[in-house]
């Protein structure tokens, strides 16, 4: 992963200032997110990040990151924290909050991202640059990303063919994806997926949406016996992140700092963050393989068939962009192209 290395202190003592002075400002970003520090984005992206900040800072900011909510609010409260300044920084769901970030839900439409976290990502950033950055225009988008492909995990048998959806009650995370599940015959129920294991340990739901990933920090092998993966070249359905700042915390920052935080910002930074999920998903396939846990592909027939399905959902949401007076065309046209763009040879 190439990432610019900002040289300002290197600068400021080749113009004759003292490093005394270049090191007066010292800064302290308090960062939160809603999962255990061993889920993959903590583990592989979000602490990586802050020990690469301090170190092309030359230590001048330090980034303390708080995982599990532990300054407080719940996981759909993040975006708001971040840009009203109860947090520096942080990772936060638009999907959490149906309705109020419509541009993003293109990246969370069925069959829209690719196999890999990593291309996706890049593809979501230059999205976002093209049709979104009006809309996050209270934050400072630092990075954004989607997560590796989605796997259905259940108690009892593995779905096997779009008619085993039928009756199922199973956790979604985001509008689009409840609203495949609800036309596959399954009841969708919404939530954040810390809550997921206790819904699935106490029967509200059967099973539920989430990626590899996530899955051994949520202990989901533990409560789950099936795990039904879509073959093919596409995702089911897919989520949207971003990694933000606090727009006056980055403007009270001095140029050079403000660099710093600029070189670790981006497309780059966006298919870091991307890359870790994907990192996470051999983990956590791994670790239900060592389970004993039943693992089910869908043939081709059945991914077709679904992918029918999700093409109807597309158009309805391409109808309901338009009516808000949105380019819902333009906006999948763009995303599937984008998603092409960088996944090819990926």
Not at 258 to 283: L, P, R, Y
Not at 323 to 344: C, F, I, N, P, W
Request: one cysteine or more.
């Amino acid at each position: 992963m190439k990432h610019t290395l900002i040289a300002a202190l290197a600068g400021a003592v080749a113009l004759g200032i003292s490093a005394t002075a270049a090191s007066a400002q010292e800064v302290t970003l308090r960062c939160q997110h809603f999962l255990s520090p061993q889920g993959s984005v903590p583990k592989f992206f979000i602490e990586p990040w802050a020990r690469k900040v301090e170190e092309d800072s030359n230590g001048r900011i330090k980034v303390e990151i708080y995982p599990a909510m532990q300054l407080g609010g719940s996981p759909p409260a993040l975006y708001d924290q971040i840009r009203d300044g109860v947090i520096d920084c942080g990772w936060a769901l638009p999907a959490y909050t149906p309705g109020r970030f419509p541009e993003s839900e293109a990246f969370e439409l069925p069959f829209m991202t690719s196999m890999s976290a990593e291309a996706s990502s890049r593809a979501a950033w230059e999205f976002t640059q093209m049709h979104a950055m009006d809309r996050f225009n209270d934050i400072r988008v630092l990075a954004v990303h989607v997560h590796g492909p989605g796997v259905i995990h259940k108690k009892g048998d593995p779905i096997t063919s779009a008619a085993d959806f039928d009756g199922l009650k199973l956790r979604g995370p985001s509008r689009q994806a409840n609203a495949l599940l609800e036309n596959l015959g399954a009841t969708p129920v919404g939530m954040p997926v810390p809550a997921f294991p206790e819904a699935l340990s106490k029967g509200v739901v059967d099973g539920g949406v989430i990626p590899w990933e996530i899955v051994p920090p949520l202990k989901v092998h533990e409560l789950a016996d099936s795990h039904t993966q879509i073959g093919g070249d596409r995702a089911l359905y897919n989520t949207f992140f971003i990694w933000g700042m606090n727009p006056n915390t980055y403007n009270n920052l001095p140029d050079d700092l403000k660099a710093v935080i600029d070189a670790n910002s981006g497309i780059e930074t966006s298919a870091w963050a991307g890359s870790a999920m994907d990192q996470g998903d051999d983990v956590g396939e791994g670790v239900v393989a060592d389970a004993g846990n039943t693992i089910h592909t869908l043939d081709d027939a059945v991914v077709s068939e679904l992918r029918a399905i999700g093409d109807e959902l597309t158009e309805a949401w391409i109808a309901e962009m338009d009516a808000k007076g949105l380019d819902g065309a333009a906006m999948v046209e763009d995303a599937r192209a984008l998603v092409t763009k960088h996944s090819e040879g990926s």
